[in-house]
């Protein structure tokens, strides 16, 4: 989601080693959530809506009594919350579902490379907004080198051509990209007068409203049912305590300490530790055109990032 971090004043400098914990904690928390969410999809044959809409509406009412534990005010007005509506549609309506609708076939790997290139879709986006920011030569650069790495990273699995009936699930994926770049948007444009923890509670409970009563639509609760056991269990538990909540927390906390540009440093980091987990277990097939792919990728963001992107925001991905 994206955050306007003004990087506020705090008594006490955090210690190295807090700042070094937190940066950690970003990494492998959502680093590793593409393996996790594969395996839910694909192992233990997950529904993808109410999967991740159930997920979600436990970690906002967790987020939201943690807030009230710590005596942070969590009341939001009725305009507040349907300026939250669109924002939580297309973040986790959208964005969260596509990505585990994507990851029935699609390895982690490359999943995580797709999903990279949000900031890509910002900018080309950016530029339709109402009094939206314009790309320089630099940009533009930046859109050409990272969709060419899109092409670059789906080249092993497309040498035959890209087949509609067997390989929608990478569009899957690059929309749910594309769903959290206007949700970003949206972040930007539609700003309410709550804290970021407390904002992403209710975007993550809105948000699993929305899937939940999709899930329920599509018919998905005899296969959640039926389906539960406990490697979902598992996958449930490690999504909801180390993707949804560790790793947001230890992101809004980094906010207030560290310049943004630093804390943006996970766009970076998060895929490349994704590849490597799923090449670990033996799940994603690391081929040269991966590789060649990433480093593409991840250049053509850091031009789009480093041309239209203010350094003091910055997005999440999906979890």
């Known amino acids: ?79 507040e919350c349907l300026r939250l509506v669109p924002i939580a549609a297309f973040y986790f309506l959208l964005g969260n579902w596509l990505i585990n609708l994507g990851q029935r076939e699609v390895a982690s790997g490359v999943a995580a490379i797709l999903i990279a290139t949000t900031p890509l879709w910002i900018g080309l986006f950016g530029m339709a907004w109402p009094g939206g920011e314009r790309l320089s030569l630099r940009g533009w650069l930046g859109l050409v080198v990272g969709f060419a790495g ?17 390989d929608y699930h990478f569009l899957f994926v690059l929309g749910s990209a594309a769903s959290w770049a206007i949700g970003s948007l949206l972040s930007r444009h539609l700003a309410v007068q709550l804290s970021h923890l407390t904002s992403a509670g209710y975007q993550m409970i809105l948000g699993g409203i929305f899937q939940t009563a999709l899930g329920t639509a599509l018919g998905e609760w005899p296969i959640l049912i039926a389906k539960i056991d406990d490697r979902s269990i598992m996958a449930f538990a490690y999504l909801l305590v180390v993707g949804s909540l560790t790793g947001f927390v230890a992101f809004n906390w980094l906010l207030g300490h560290v310049s943004a540009a630093k804390v943006g440093t996970y766009a970076y980091v998060n895929p490349i530790i994704a590849v490597f987990i799923g090449w670990v277990m033996n799940e994603t097939h690391v081929s040269v055109a991966l590789l060649i792919g990433i480093a593409i990728v991840l250049i053509g963001v850091y031009l789009v990032r480093s041309d239209h992107v203010p350094s003091q925001e910055i997005e999440l991905e999906p979890d």
């Open 1 to 79: 989601m994206t955050e306007a971090a003004n990087d506020p004043p705090h008594l006490e400098p955090p210690s190295p080693l807090g700042v070094a914990t937190a940066f950690l904690l970003i990494y492998l928390s959502w680093g590793t959530t593409y393996y996790v969410t594969g395996y839910a999809m694909q192992n233990a044959k997950m529904p993808p809506a109410l999967f991740g809409g159930t997920r979600l509406l436990l970690a906002g009412a967790i987020l939201l009594l943690c807030q009230a534990c710590r005596g942070q005010s969590v009341r939001i007005g009725a305009e």
């Open 150 to 166: 899109i092409v670059v990273t789906m080249m092993p699995q497309l040498q035959g051509g890209f087949d509609f009936v067997k």
